[in-house]
């Protein structure tokens, strides 16, 4: 990719499709589990056709699904057991404070993961597929 050349799937709106499935785990607790399953399928849709983009740097962008899916599934889950531990509060307004928490999360964990994923990536895997002459990605 030039300089100039914008990546679709990193510096536009539809980088946001990758994390559909936090927003599938934050509503958890308010929707049917196939929901949340469909949101998996939107973000690996987003994560084939960015591998597909970009090929060798598939694994990367399957971490960008996998750890912050997993993260949201764990706050949303300990924060509705400790709202459920630690306030009388109705089971609706607890799911609802959940959802909001992990909806609430999804913009401060992005760049945390990307930057430590590609970190992770440029110490391992991407040594051994580097084109000559390609920069490591940015941090």
Do not use: Q
């Not at 971490?63 to 089971?91: D, F, K």
């Not at 609802?96 to 590609?118: F, N």
Request: aromatic share 8%; with cysteine; hydrophobic share 45%.
């Amino acid at each position: 990719m030039g300089a100039a050349e914008r990546d679709l799937y990193r510096e536009t709106w539809v980088r946001y499709l990758g994390y559909a499935n936090e927003v599938g785990e934050s509503f958890r607790p308010l929707v049917p589990v196939p929901v949340v399953w469909a949101s998996y399928g939107v973000a690996s849709a987003y994560v084939t056709a960015d591998a597909i983009d970009k090929g060798r740097r598939a694994a990367a962008s399957l971490a960008s699904v996998a750890i912050p899916g997993v993260t949201i599934n764990r706050l949303c889950a300990a924060s509705l057991a400790l709202l459920g531990a630690l306030t009388r509060w109705p089971l609706p307004l607890r799911r609802w404070t959940t959802t909001a928490l992990g909806l609430a999360a999804i913009p401060l964990i992005i760049t945390p993961i990307d930057r430590t994923v590609d970190f992770l990536m440029d110490s391992s895997l991407r040594k051994l597929y580097r084109v000559p002459g390609e920069p490591p990605a940015p941090h």
